[in-house]
Structures are given as structure tokens and as C-alpha cells.
């Protein structure tokens, strides 16, 4: 009766949650975007060739595979205009598969542009891209066009979002009373919401680009799991973000009772069979 209890009251904690990432989406996607962005105002001017010099996950800022629908950063040089450009955000919306001039395309496949620079541009990897077993990327824009750069096309590659926006640290998390901090701690036995990508296909299938609405929750296909400070904590619900960019997961969890406070409490999230690998961290009480 008791465990029926703390399920049916995390149930609702998790509910409150929804409800402050609704109110808050706002100062989140912001939040988001700094991080994606690293930088702002004006950037060194386009040199006069296009290079890719890597592509990371970017959340936790590490290259390697991609996965269908991640957001991923592309660094190097001549991407896109000296000033960056960042594409609106609305419900509803589609980002945009050109972006101050330049387009990026992954075996062909057009990509939906979160921002573009000259020296980093985001975007979204094509859901298309599932199956394949890697992807051709190009940059294009008025200059021309970049030489190919090669990734491996991978099930998911999972990232944790963190405040300091190195995909090490404190995790942009939300719990009641706001962001998780070393202030804001979230109380063991309740609820805290996750920020990821990497998450890999969805059902129902993803659409790239698409803001997402409140109408249609996109989930995750392949199992996830969260270990807290070693234990493992049980997932309340996972999918897209309703007003938020496309290719980000939030993920409610239960933090387990059992855990003593601590400011800096390490945290792990897996998909698909794959861990995330930076030291992050969540604040609990």
C-alpha cells in the first residue's frame, strides 16, 4: 500500500514538473540555446574555404557516433555568416533547413538549423538517417560547398545538458522550487526532470524540425535507465518537450529515498544500451 503510494505521489510530483516546464519554457529554451551556443554577437569573418573540424553531441560536447534526431554541433571553419543567426522557436514551427545562408546536409538529407556561424552551427541529424550505418556530412553556403566529413550513424548517443554548458557538472535539471542546484537541491524520494538528446528514434516517429506541440508526446523506443549516486533511479516518463527544440528528451525520474544529501551527487543516464560518460552531477537533499 505504501509503495502504491509513493508511486501514485511521484506520478503527481511529476505532473507538477510538466507543469513548471511549461511556465518556465521560456528561460529553459534560452538556457538551452546558451548552452548550445557557447558564444554570441558577432563572430571572425568567414575565411575562404568551408572546413568541418568535428561534429559533437551537444549536450555533452563529446564527437563520436550520431544518432537520428540528436542535436549536434558542428565546428570548423566558413560554416555560415560572421554574425550568428539563431532560428525562431515557436510550437508548431519548423526549424529552418537554411540559416543565414548556409544548409548542412547528412547523406543528402537536409538538416533543421538550431543556429549557424561561421564557427559552429547546430543542428538536428535527420530521422531518416536510421538504419544507415554512416552518414556523408556537407555545409553549403555561398562560398561553396565543404569537403565531406564522415560519422558513424549509431542507435543513440545520449547526452546530459549541464549549467555550465560543458556536458560536465551540475545537469540542467528541474525540480519543485525551480532549477536543481546546490540551493535548490531536490529531495530525495522525489521527483527531478532531465535534459538530454541522443535519444535516437521515437515513436510516434519523430519529424525533423518540428517544434513540438502539447498534442503529441514523442517517446523514446529504446529503454532508458538513470543510476543516482550509484542506484538506480526509477523513470516516471521520458519524450519531447512541448515548445522546445526538436531532438531534446526530458526524462522524470524518482530519486531513490535512500540517498544521502550531497551538493554533488554523480548521475548517469543510459538509452539504448549506451552510458552517458562525463562526470555530472545532481544536487540532492
Given at each position: 500500500?505504501?509503495?502504491?503510494?509513493?508511486?501514485?505521489?511521484?506520478?503527481?510530483?511529476?505532473?507538477r514538473?510538466?507543469?513548471?516546464?511549461?511556465?518556465?519554457?521560456?528561460n529553459?529554451?534560452?538556457?538551452?540555446?546558451?548552452?548550445?551556443?557557447?558564444?554570441?554577437?558577432?563572430?571572425?569573418?568567414p575565411?575562404?574555404?568551408?572546413?568541418?573540424?568535428?561534429?559533437?553531441?551537444a549536450a555533452?560536447?563529446?564527437p563520436?557516433g550520431?544518432?537520428p534526431?540528436?542535436?549536434?554541433?558542428?565546428?570548423?571553419?566558413?560554416?555560415?555568416p560572421?554574425?550568428?543567426?539563431s532560428?525562431?522557436i515557436?510550437?508548431?514551427?519548423?526549424?529552418?533547413?537554411?540559416?543565414?545562408?548556409?544548409s548542412?546536409s547528412?547523406n543528402g538529407i537536409?538538416a533543421?538549423?538550431?543556429y549557424a556561424?561561421?564557427?559552429?552551427t547546430?543542428?538536428?541529424?535527420?530521422?531518416?538517417?536510421?538504419?544507415?550505418?554512416?552518414a556523408?556530412?556537407?555545409?553549403?553556403?555561398?562560398?561553396?560547398?565543404?569537403?565531406?566529413?564522415?560519422?558513424?550513424?549509431v542507435?543513440?548517443?545520449?547526452?546530459?545538458?549541464?549549467?555550465?554548458y560543458?556536458?560536465?557538472?551540475?545537469?540542467?535539471?528541474?525540480?519543485?522550487?525551480?532549477?536543481?542546484s546546490?540551493?535548490?537541491?531536490?529531495?530525495?524520494?522525489?521527483?527531478?526532470l532531465l535534459?538530454?538528446?541522443?535519444?535516437?528514434?521515437?515513436?510516434p516517429?519523430?519529424v525533423?524540425?518540428?517544434?513540438?506541440?502539447?498534442?503529441t508526446?514523442?517517446?523514446?523506443?529504446?529503454?532508458?535507465?538513470?543510476?543516482?549516486?550509484g542506484?538506480?533511479?526509477q523513470?516516471?516518463?521520458?519524450?519531447?518537450?512541448?515548445?522546445?527544440i526538436p531532438?531534446?528528451v526530458?526524462?522524470g525520474?524518482l530519486v531513490?529515498?535512500?540517498?544521502?544529501a550531497?551538493?554533488a551527487?554523480?548521475?548517469?543516464?543510459?538509452?539504448?544500451?549506451?552510458t552517458?560518460?562525463?562526470?555530472?552531477?545532481?544536487?540532492?537533499?
Open positions: 500500500m505504501r509503495a502504491g503510494t509513493a508511486i501514485i505521489g511521484a506520478a503527481h510530483a511529476a505532473s514538473l510538466r507543469g513548471l516546464t511549461m511556465t518556465t519554457r521560456g529553459r529554451i534560452l538556457l538551452i540555446l546558451c548552452g548550445l551556443i557557447l558564444i554570441g554577437g558577432s563572430l571572425p569573418a575565411l575562404s574555404a568551408q572546413t568541418i573540424t568535428s561534429i559533437t553531441n555533452s560536447g563529446l563520436g550520431v544518432s534526431g540528436e542535436i549536434v554541433v558542428i565546428y570548423g571553419t566558413s560554416l555560415g560572421a554574425t550568428l543567426m532560428a525562431p515557436a510550437a508548431g514551427s519548423t526549424l529552418p533547413v537554411s540559416l543565414g545562408g548556409a548542412v547528412f537536409a533543421p538549423i538550431v556561424s561561421a564557427s559552429q547546430a543542428v538536428q541529424v535527420p530521422y531518416e538517417l536510421a538504419g544507415s550505418g554512416s556523408s556530412v556537407l555545409v553549403t553556403n555561398g562560398n561553396g560547398t565543404s569537403p565531406a566529413f564522415n560519422v558513424p550513424v542507435l543513440s548517443a545520449p547526452g546530459l545538458f549541464t549549467l555550465n560543458s556536458g560536465a557538472g551540475q545537469v540542467a535539471a528541474l525540480n519543485v522550487g525551480g532549477a536543481n546546490a540551493q535548490n537541491p531536490v529531495p530525495a524520494g522525489s521527483s527531478v535534459f538530454a538528446t541522443g535519444e535516437g528514434v521515437t515513436f516517429a519523430g525533423d524540425g518540428l517544434i513540438q506541440t502539447v498534442t508526446i514523442r517517446q523514446p523506443t529504446q529503454p532508458i535507465s538513470v543510476l543516482i549516486a542506484t538506480e533511479a523513470v516516471l516518463f521520458s519524450g519531447s518537450v512541448p515548445g522546445d531532438g531534446i526530458e526524462i525520474v531513490p529515498p535512500s540517498l544521502p550531497n551538493a551527487v554523480p548521475i548517469t543516464l543510459t538509452i539504448g544500451g549506451v552517458t560518460t562525463r562526470m555530472t552531477t545532481l544536487a540532492v537533499q
